[in-house]
């Protein structure tokens, strides 16, 4: 039964980690799917910056460098950033999968063109970035946003009720727009694709369970990533990432100096 690691990129309590991994209900099949989750060791705030882009990139490697050792059959990220995805290539044989490129893919198996639909604006650059550093920057028609700030734990719980209609209101606009597809803005949304699904006139692509699917063909066709595309470095040196998120940079079991 194959074995997916989902890397979720937040340090997250048990109570925060189940919410994230109900979204395995999402996935069809037998249920011969093994999903486990493990939230990384640091986090942005809100993943609205470079610098918390950095942070995600970096927490999310640590967190899965070693998966193959571990026995994984797969890595999946829980951000539709696809953070640490590129490095988390260059270190593993097994197939990295990220929901930002599954869900886009996905939406143009089934359409032309798609639409971002998010729950707050600050997450609109993302996605412009993540569609042109896949050469798909013009197949994305439009971002339609809430102004509702996301609480990356919580995620929608009690919220549903006032975004739920709201997020129906702007997927339409999606559909105005020329959108053929919509996508799903963030992982944590999981729990709106159902009620947009069975509302709208397009198919609805919710990242998170896309990237599931995406690892279960790429395992059943015996696929991973290119080592032309993400070479190995010639000298690892995982240690250091360990190191850093330990608080013990140098190995030498001493804590950095602390700061006034």
Known sequence: MPRILVIVPVAVSDEGLARRARQSAHVGGDGSLRLHYRPVKINGELFDSFHDYLIADLAVFEAGMRADAEGFDAVCVDTISDSGVNALRSVLDIPVVGPGRAAFLTALMLGDRFSVLTQWQGWAELYGRRTQEMGLRHKLVSVRALDVQP?????????????????????RLCIDDGADVICLGSTTMHRAAEYLAGRLDVPVVSPGPASYEFARSLLTL?????RTAYPRAAVPKLEIFERM????????????????
């Open 151 to 171: 609480d990356l734990s919580a995620l929608l719980d009690d919220k549903e009720d006032v975004v739920f209609p709201r997020l129906l209101e702007a997927g």
């Open 222 to 226: 015996g696929l991973s990533q290119s």
């Open 245 to 260: 998120l330990s608080g013990d940079p140098t190995g030498d079991g001493e804590h950095g100096p602390a700061v006034a």
